[in-house]
Every structure is written in C-alpha cells, then in structure tokens.
C-alpha cells in the first residue's frame, strides 16, 4: 500500500463520544466549547496587565 | 501675487477642487478614514481589557492560517502526509483553526452583550457575521481535504445535503481538484477581504465602548468625530497605549 495512503488511513480514529440520557457529544466538541465558556468568563472577570490605576 | 509652488508629499493636498474620479475617491476616502484613525497612536483606557483581545487573537490566527496553508499548498499532499515536518505543518494549519473560531466565537459573544452594533456600527457587525459564515465554508473544505476516511464520509454524507439545495453540479464536495480550488484560492480571498473590511469600519467607527459608558465621557466623542473634522487632542489620563486590540 503506498505511504501516502497508509497514513491517511492511520490519521483516522474512531473518537470519544459522551452521553446522557439521550444527548450526545463527541469530546473533542464538548473540550472546545468548555473551553470558549472559560475565555469568555475569564476575558470578563480578569484584569488586564498594565491596566490598574487607568482611568 | 505670490509665486506657484512645486507641490511635494509633505504639503497637504487641496481636497476642495478634486475633479477626476480618482481625486474624488481620495477625498471619500480621506474624510472616511484619516491616517490618525487607520493608525492611531492612542485608544481609550476602556480597550485595556481582555474584552478587546479576542478580535485581534483571531486575526493573528487567520496570519497562521494563511502561512501555514502557502506552504502546505507549496510542497503538496504526499509532503504534509508522509514527512514529520509537513505532518507538523498540517497539524499547525489545523490547531490554528481550531484558535481562529475559538477566538472568534468568543469576540462574537463579547461583542453581542455589548452591543456591538450601536452609533452606527451596523455594518461592521454584519461583515463580523458574514466572515464567520465565509470561514466556515473555508474550515468545511479543509476538512475535505485531508485525503483520508473521515474526509470521504464527510463529502458523501454534504453532497446529499448540498444537491438537496441544488448547488451540487456546481459545487461537488467529492470532486477534490475543484475543492482544492475553493479552499486555496477562493474562499481565502473571501475571508480576506471580509475580514480586511471588518477590520477598516472598526477603525472608521473606533472600537465600540462598553454599555456603563457615560454618555458625557469624552472619549465617546473622540472616538467618532464627523468625517471633515480632526481629531481634538486627549490627555495622557484619558488614553493609553493599547494599539491593535479589537
């Protein structure tokens, strides 16, 4: 089999997927938009560097 | 009687009596989007905050995007998928990605409980929009690209969608040559240009303050002067550097 072919195949995985009670959500998914609810909760409550004493 | 002088870049050209087309686009253009605007020093002291980063991040994701695809597109399919390097380079061109509309989803966000959209920034909301909807279109054919069993169940399960709509004949996911076309060349340019003009109103507007913003605060009215007006001069109190946040 050719290289390139073998690795396309190889690249290929079956992934993790969560469920509940009907709801499902590949965890690649549900990783990324944890992780965007946290910036946005994080872009808010932070402070930014060299800001403090700024009117 | 005074003497005609030989013009020179440093002399500030007479606007008032542009005739040609292109005389008139500079002045257009010059009273829409003065040098200090489209490159200003200063920017209110509300911009120092993490609320305005997410634009900027995006961006510098799109940059990486877009080298990272120049040279994957340079050296070819067998390249990215048999070397480490190319494999590397691939992987980069993907996590980018993955950046780029984490960035953007949360600037979307930001910029929604703002109200982003307020004196008059209607248009630079709509171009924020349709660059996220351009950018999907350009992610879903990169995944079409990856030459591999994820990227063929994917065209075989879009293609019943996309004839269902009556775009197939015209853009056949399972034809690869054609979307190699769509996704490096058409659809970059698209984002592009998109994104460039997003970017361009940002700067004719200013960046939007944020709602508890008094009305009488006067880096409101410093933000967006009238067109043939200058920008009055703020105090070291009332700016900062914060260049580049959006």
Known sequence: MPGWLVAGVATVGAGTYLGWDGFTIQLGNLIVIVAMLVLFVLALVLPFPGGKGRK | MT?????????????DDAHTWTGKARRWMLGKLPPDKLLPEDQPSYVMSWAYVFGMGAIASLLWIIVSGVVLGLNGPQWYHVSSLGSFINSTHLWSVEL???????HLWLKFWMAAWRGGRALTWITGMVSFVVSIVAAFTGYLLQTNFDSQWIAFEAKDALNAVGVGAWFNVTNVGQLFVWHITLLPLAVGAVVVLHVLLVRVHGVVPPLEAAGSDAQLH????????????VTAQESTKAGGAA
Do not use: E, R
């Open chain 2, 3 to 15: 003497a005609p002088t030989k013009p020179t870049h440093s002399v500030p050209v007479q606007d």
């Open chain 2, 100 to 106: 780029f509309f984490m960035f953007m989803v949360v």
């Open chain 2, 222 to 233: 410093d933000s967006d002067p009238a067109p043939s007006q200058t920008l009055p001069p």
